[in-house]
């Protein structure tokens, strides 16, 4: 296990352009919690695919709004803070690396700790939009009110439509996902960190890495069926993974 904290921390130093991909497991240790972990979203519950859908938000935007809230109510409140692990992804571009982070994670936490090019392809909870006028909306505005609607006004008359999250939601198309593969493949280092790898087309990222040469490493609590693939496999909590790594990549 050693030889794999050596050999990642040798690769960060190396390595020029850095892709970094995360998922909920990186969000944990801000009190947030991941998807499949025991205590998880998920929780084997189906409803939770049929309610962030967007056949519901299509059906019944109101109804959809309200449940949407109460999933992720904690997550609208906007308190949580980015931890160790978000802030050693951005530190790397104070490096002078070249740093895309690509997330499957709505949190926003990317940015906050000061990332500067993210993809959030499952989008970003703390945003909003009319699917009329396409006018954006903050989070404090989507709090204002149980069903946020669109309050642009055209000849006095006001847009109403029912805004719908900036997420993806199930039935909807990720976004920005051939810019995530481009700048995966194009990366001298693919780091992998907190995400069990059974999101679909997300997954596909690390085998297109490895087949193009691009040297491949995971950070994760478990084991992940990409494991056997990828050069540095490291189990680890992301925050004591961090501790090691800045000691190992500033020797
Ligand atoms: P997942 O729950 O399927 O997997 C999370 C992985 O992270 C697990 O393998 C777990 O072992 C690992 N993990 C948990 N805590 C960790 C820690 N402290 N350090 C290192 N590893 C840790 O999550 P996923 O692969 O991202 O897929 C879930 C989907 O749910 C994604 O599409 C994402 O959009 C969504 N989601 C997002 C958030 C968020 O925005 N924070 C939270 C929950 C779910």
């Known amino acids: 296990m050693e030889n794999n904290w050596y050999t990642l921390a040798r690769e960060i130093r190396d390595a020029r352009k850095i892709t970094v991909l995360t998922g909920a497991g990186i969000s944990t240790e801000s009190g ?47 308190q949580y803070l980015p931890n160790k692990g978000h802030h050693f992804f951005a530190d790397l571009e104070n490096m ?92 001298d280092l693919l780091i992998i960190a907190g995400t069990s790898l059974e999101v679909t087309p997300v997954n596909y990222i690390p085998l297109e890495a490895v087949k193009m040469g691009t040297k491949t490493a995971i950070i994760n609590k478990e084991k992940t069926r990409f494991d056997p693939y990828l050069d540095v496999v490291i189990h680890s909590g992301i925050g004591d993974a961090v501790d090691t790594l800045q000691r190992l990549v500033q020797a």
């Open 96 to 187: 002078g690396k070249e740093v895309s982070i690509i997330t499957q994670n709505i949190d926003g936490l990317h940015e906050l700790a000061g990332s500067t090019n993210v993809f959030e392809i499952h989008g970003n909870i703390r945003q909003a939009y009319c699917p009329t006028c396409q006018q954006g909306y903050d989070l404090s505005y989507i709090n204002e009110s149980d069903v946020p609607t669109c309050s642009t006004m055209t000849r006095k008359v006001s847009c109403q439509t029912v805004l719908k999250p900036n997420v993806v939601l199930y039935g909807d198309k990720v976004h920005d996902i051939d810019q995530a593969f481009e700048a995966a493949l194009t990366s």
């Open 32 to 78: 947030i919690p991941d998807f499949r972990s025991s205590g998880g979203l998920w929780s084997n519950n189906r409803s939770f695919v049929d309610i962030v859908s967007k056949d519901y938000y299509e059906e019944d935007p109101a109804a959809f709004w309200h449940a949407f809230k109460d999933i992720f109510q904690i997550k609208l409140a906007g």
